[in-house]
């Protein structure tokens, strides 16, 4: 007997519950783990003696990584199995959390220098950005080839929510963490646990799932981009369709899809703009509420109004992609746009506000902007693309999410410093440029979930 659920039973919203909550739990963790330092490396910086935006540059290393490898791990997904490269991401963020626990308390204690310790803390970054990347992939693409078009964008949403969720509670979290032995290090230790129990819960819940798509001989490499409308009704692997009529060719569907193929590549350009003005004001805000708040002499005491305002933004997300998509039924491309569209605008609120109320406002319409836009984009790549190339167009979002973090917090953090308001000039200016291009570039929703009259 499979241990894989038939067809019928993975489409539209059937995924077993527990399954749903292990692969929430995996985004989740990966990126909670990831973002939470934004609450103690400002201080950490502090501390050290380092300039913010040498602070920010530490993470552009395994962004990079990140940005390469994802779509190899996608494509190994395919072939290896979907929960394989899930333990392979969940591993690789384990190990790499504990070697930056480590090397941070080393720093911090004296026993290694400020510039040894940021360039070692650096270096452990790479098994999160080389390996962790092997996670978001394998998640979406498992969902992905288990839901509707119909569903779909619903479906990423929930899977989305958990991974911008994760983006700003982990933040929020983290200075809950700290123990007075470990000091600021204590919150690298207890996501290291916390990636320990769900990969527990991984092997017990989810069950080993058969890669039938690379015996087909389908896998291709990165995602690519062009007009695709799928059809519901089931074939003999995961109810699509192979005779689609605007499908790839077959002889082309050997090659590795890449990011500027004509159907994903407007939403590939959105993803990238939008995701820079994102990561620009999660790599700002830290640092900003420092200034705006006073508290550069004691900056452990910045800890509970950071994690109140990205709390706020936490909630904002989670009504942005558990609320307003379902309930509105939006599509990709009115989620992109409406998204971008208050992301910035609550990006220009932060750039005035000086009160903690007013900033915290600000985030939350950001916040609830973005946590709009990622699922939108997300979705509208899926959905141009058949569904044996999930894997490859997940390794591609995979890959565009993690170019965003590669230079988008150190120029946002860098103009900061040497003039505020430039920072968010840049901000307004790439969101400006997603809705200018995504205006006439993005396929309408109708095309896109196969509802047009």
């Given at each position: 007997?499979?241990?894989?659920?038939?067809?019928?039973?993975?489409?539209?919203?059937?995924?077993?519950?527990?399954?749903?909550?292990?692969?929430?739990?995996?985004?989740?963790?990966?990126?909670?783990?990831?973002?939470?330092?934004?609450?103690?490396?400002?201080?950490?910086?502090?501390?050290?003696?380092?300039?913010?935006?040498?602070?920010?540059?530490?993470?552009?290393?395994?962004?990079?990584?990140?940005?390469?490898?994802?779509?190899?791990?996608?494509?190994?997904?395919?072939?290896?199995?979907?929960?394989?490269?899930?333990?392979?991401?969940?591993?690789?963020?384990?190990?790499?959390?504990?070697?930056?626990?480590?090397?941070?308390?080393?720093?911090?204690?004296?026993?290694?220098?400020?510039?040894?310790?940021?360039?070692?803390?650096?270096?452990?970054?790479?098994?999160?950005?080389?390996?962790?990347?092997?996670?978001?992939?394998?998640?979406?693409?498992?969902?992905?080839?288990?839901?509707?078009?119909?569903?779909?964008?619903?479906?990423?949403?929930?899977?989305?929510?958990?991974?911008?969720?994760?983006?700003?509670?982990?933040?929020?979290?983290?200075?809950?963490?700290?123990?007075?032995?470990?000091?600021?290090?204590?919150?690298?230790?207890?996501?290291?646990?916390?990636?320990?129990?769900?990969?527990?819960?991984?092997?017990?819940?989810?069950?080993?799932?058969?890669?039938?798509?690379?015996?087909?001989?389908?896998?291709?490499?990165?995602?690519?981009?062009?007009?695709?409308?799928?059809?519901?009704?089931?074939?003999?692997?995961?109810?699509?369709?192979?005779?689609?009529?605007?499908?790839?060719?077959?002889?082309?569907?050997?090659?590795?899809?890449?990011?500027?193929?004509?159907?994903?590549?407007?939403?590939?350009?959105?993803?990238?703009?939008?995701?820079?003005?994102?990561?620009?004001?999660?790599?700002?805000?830290?640092?900003?509420?420092?200034?705006?708040?006073?508290?550069?002499?004691?900056?452990?005491?910045?800890?509970?109004?950071?994690?109140?305002?990205?709390?706020?933004?936490?909630?904002?997300?989670?009504?942005?992609?558990?609320?307003?998509?379902?309930?509105?039924?939006?599509?990709?491309?009115?989620?992109?746009?409406?998204?971008?569209?208050?992301?910035?605008?609550?990006?220009?609120?932060?750039?005035?506000?000086q009160p903690l109320h007013s900033i915290t406002l600000g985030y939350i319409i950001a916040s609830l902007g973005f946590g709009?836009?990622?699922?939108?984009?997300?979705?509208?790549?899926?959905?141009?693309?058949?569904?044996?190339?999930?894997?490859?167009?997940?390794?591609?979002?995979?890959?565009?999410?993690?170019?965003?973090?590669?230079?988008?917090?150190?120029?946002?953090?860098?103009?900061?410093?040497?003039?505020?308001?430039?920072?968010?000039?840049?901000?307004?200016?790439?969101?400006?440029?997603?809705?200018?291009?995504?205006?006439?570039?993005?396929?309408?929703?109708?095309?896109?979930?196969?509802?047009?009259?």
């Amino acid at each position: 007997m499979s241990a894989t659920p038939t067809p019928k039973a993975l489409t539209g919203s059937a995924i077993a519950r527990e399954r749903t909550i292990v692969l929430f739990m995996v985004m989740l963790v990966t990126a909670a783990g990831n973002t939470a330092m934004q609450s103690v490396m400002p201080a950490v910086g502090e501390k050290l003696g380092i300039a913010d935006y040498w602070v920010s540059l530490a993470y552009s290393w395994s962004a990079i990584l990140w940005m390469v490898t994802a779509p190899y791990w996608a494509r190994m997904s395919d072939q290896r199995g979907r929960k394989a490269l899930m333990k392979v991401g969940i591993w690789g963020f384990i190990t790499s959390f504990i070697c930056c626990g480590m090397v941070l308390w080393a720093g911090l204690n004296g026993y290694l220098g400020a510039v040894l310790t940021m360039c070692l803390f650096a270096l452990s970054r790479t098994l999160y950005g080389g390996f962790g990347s092997a996670a978001p992939p394998a998640v979406q693409a498992y969902v992905a080839a288990r839901t509707d078009r119909s569903l779909r964008t619903q479906a990423l949403a929930v899977v989305s929510s958990s991974f911008g969720l994760g983006t700003v509670i982990g933040p929020a979290i983290a200075p809950l963490l700290i123990l007075p032995l470990l000091g600021l290090t204590s919150p690298f230790l207890f996501f290291a646990l916390f990636g320990l129990m769900v990969l527990v819960a991984l092997r017990i819940f989810l069950p080993d799932d058969d890669p039938r798509y690379a015996a087909r001989g389908r896998v291709v490499s990165e995602p690519s981009n062009s007009s695709y409308v799928e059809r519901e009704s089931d074939d003999n692997d995961d109810g699509e369709q192979n005779d689609d009529a605007n499908a790839l060719p077959k002889n082309e569907t050997q090659q590795r899809m890449r990011w500027h193929d004509t159907r994903i590549r407007p939403w590939m350009v959105a993803g990238l703009l939008g995701g820079h003005a994102h990561a620009v004001i999660l790599g700002m805000i830290g640092f900003l509420l420092l200034d705006r708040l006073e508290l550069r002499e004691t900056p452990e005491l910045a800890a509970g109004p950071t994690g109140l305002v990205l709390m706020a933004g936490a909630i904002a997300t989670l009504l942005a992609q558990w609320g307003l998509i379902p309930k509105l039924q939006m599509g990709p491309r009115a989620s992109t746009l409406w998204g971008v569209l208050l992301g910035g605008f609550g990006c220009l609120i932060i750039a005035v506000a000086q009160p903690l109320h007013s900033i915290t406002l600000g985030y939350i319409i950001a916040s609830l902007g973005f946590g709009l836009f990622r699922p939108g984009f997300v979705a509208g790549a899926s959905l141009a693309v058949s569904r044996p190339e999930q894997g490859q167009v997940a390794g591609i979002v995979a890959s565009i999410n993690g170019a965003a973090f590669v230079l988008g917090p150190f120029v946002g953090v860098w103009l900061y410093t040497v003039y505020a308001p430039a920072s968010f000039a840049l901000i307004t200016i790439l969101c400006a440029c997603v809705l200018a291009l995504g205006w006439k570039g993005l396929q309408a929703d109708e095309v896109l979930t196969g509802t047009k009259a």
